[in-house]
Every structure is written in structure tokens, then in C-alpha cells.
């Protein structure tokens, strides 16, 4: 397979007018001795759902904590819609629209759903302090205003009926679809999901790609996942980037990335099928 110029997007015929949704050039970070993420090249354009994909080790998480800003690389940078983010911590980073999930569920399960998605619309509250110290109108004028927002985004993914429900009391791929739906409530322009297939059987597995396309045509943002799950990567990415050893070795489309040796190898340890 011709490999792709790395400040491409996955699909460069996309909104070539406007600046990408995020572009890593030359991305990497050392653990101390240890290179971790290496010369990591990547351009996700605007409304694209893209997949990292790599054998277990392979650095794609680090990566995800690198554009969340979990880390701060080594050396390269990362541009968000054109905005360099070196100075950024994680709150600004997901102020400026880089939400995520984890591969690991991370709701406040003692919590109701409602409440969970409230705390995802954090950056949307406009009210100061002492409004919500002493209770004033602006605090009660925002607080409805996120009420039906959140409301609003669980109707979306046909939880809403769900809302005074303990978070923790869920089915597991309901409590998978809230804390995408908790994500999204930070108002993104970059969702990254990690693992969301993870524990799911195929039936939760095909209603999660049904709401990847959703997520993506209602809100207009762009998407980057990573999965082991390939009838999922395969079946929702327009994109791919394969990651091995901390470097990238291979993007292209789906049936590309099927054929390409060094994917082969990577995930077999061998050339061929």
C-alpha cells in the first residue's frame, strides 16, 4: 500500500477549506529511557470518524493522553483547528473541545444519569460563585437551562426515561452509552473514545456504530477511536492509522489497512495471511 504524506488527513478531500480538527506533527514522549510515542504524524479532518488500532502495547492510549493533555510531549506539537495547544492542561484542552471516554468506565455511579450529564455541561454553566453560594436568580435561570440540555442530549440516545436512574445501576452497555453521552456534553469538536466496544456483545456492538454515525451527523464533530473490535473499526472508520511500537507504520482506508504486509505482521508477528 502507498503510504500517505502524514500531514494528510485520512480522507484529504475533506474540508480542505478549514483548518483540520487536530494535527500532530512530530508528536512523541520519552518515560524516562524509554520512547513511548515516537515522530507521530496525524491529520483527523473535520466530520471524520477515523480509528487507532496497534497490538497491545502499542502506544495508543499514550497517544490519547497526549491529545487530552494528560502528557505534555516530549517534543512535537498538536494543533486543535488550528490553535497550537502546548500550553494547555486538561481542563483547557477540553474547554477548547477535546472530550473523552475511557476504556475503562469512569461515571459517578452513586449519581443519577441526569446528574452525570450536568457535570459533563460544565463548560456551558454561565453563572458566578456567588450565584451559586447564595442561590441567586442567574444560578437558577442556568441550572434549567442545563437541565434541559441535558435532558435534550439523553432523548437523543433514548435514555431520558433513565434520567433519575443511579448511574451504576445500569445495563453495561447503557452505562457505556452514558458516558459517551457525558462526554459529548462538554460541547466537542474532537470526540476520542477508547475502547467503547469493550465488554459489549454484538448486539450492543451494533447499536454503539449506529450512535458513532449518529454522534457524528448530529453534532458535526470528528471522531477518533481505538477498538480491538475490527468488525467495528472496519465497518464505522473512514479512516485508518495503524500504530506500532510507538510509530505509526501504516493509514489508509479500510480495505487498505486489510492488506497492507505490515499490518499483517505487526498483528501476527509474520508476513501474509
Known amino acids: 500500500m502507498a503510504k500517505h504524506d502524514p500531514h494528510e488527513t485520512l480522507l484529504p478531500d475533506r474540508d480542505m477549506d478549514k483548518s483540520p480538527a487536530i494535527e500532530c506533527i512530530g508528536l512523541g514522549i520519552d518515560f524516562g529511557g524509554l520512547t513511548a510515542v515516537d515522530d507521530f504524524n496525524f491529520t483527523l479532518g473535520r466530520t471524520e470518524i477515523a480509528g487507532l488500532i496497534g497490538p497491545n502495547g502499542a502506544g495508543k492510549t499514550t497517544v490519547f493522553n497526549l491529545l487530552t493533555k494528560v502528557y505534555q510531549p516530549t517534543r512535537g506539537r498538536m494543533l ?8 494547555m492542561n486538561t481542563t483547557q484542552a477540553n474547554r ?22 450536568l457535570i459533563g455541561l460544565h463548560n456551558e454553566m454561565d453563572y458566578h460563585l ?21 435532558l435534550d442530549l439523553l432523548s437523543i440516545f433514548d435514555m431520558a426515561d433513565m434520567a433519575d436512574n443511579q448511574a451504576g445501576s445500569l445495563p453495561y452497555g447503557a452505562q457505556r452509552r452514558l458516558e459517551i453521552v457525558r462526554a459529548l456534553a462538554t460541547n466537542p469538536t474532537l470526540l476520542l473514545l477508547d475502547e467503547p466496544a ?5 448486539s450492543e456492538t451494533s447499536e454503539l456504530m449506529e450512535n458513532i454515525r449518529k454522534i457524528r ?11 480491538h473490535d475490527m468488525n467495528l473499526v472496519m465497518g464505522i472508520c473512514e479512516g485508518i492509522a495503524v500504530l506500532n511500537y510507538g510509530k505509526i507504520i501504516a493509514k489508509g482506508t479500510p480495505e487498505e489497512i486489510k492488506s497492507d504486509p505490515d499490518v499483517i505482521e505487526a498483528y501476527l508477528g509474520k508476513k501474509g495471511h
Request: glycine share 8%; hydrophobic share 45%.
Open 96 to 117: 477548547a473541545g477535546i472530550a473523552r471516554t475511557f476504556q475503562n468506565i469512569r461515571l459517578f455511579k452513586d449519581l443519577t444519569v441526569l446528574d452525570n450529564v
Open 198 to 202: 469493550a465488554g459489549m456483545n454484538p
Open 217 to 227: 451527523d448530529t453534532f458535526q464533530i470528528s471522531i477518533l477511536l481505538i477498538e
Open 80 to 87: 486543535l483547528e488550528g490553535r497550537d495547544t502546548k500550553n
Open 130 to 150: 456567588a450565584s451559586a453560594i447564595f442561590r441567586l436568580p442567574g444560578y437558577w435561570r442556568a441550572e434549567k437551562i442545563a437541565r434541559g440540555r441535558a
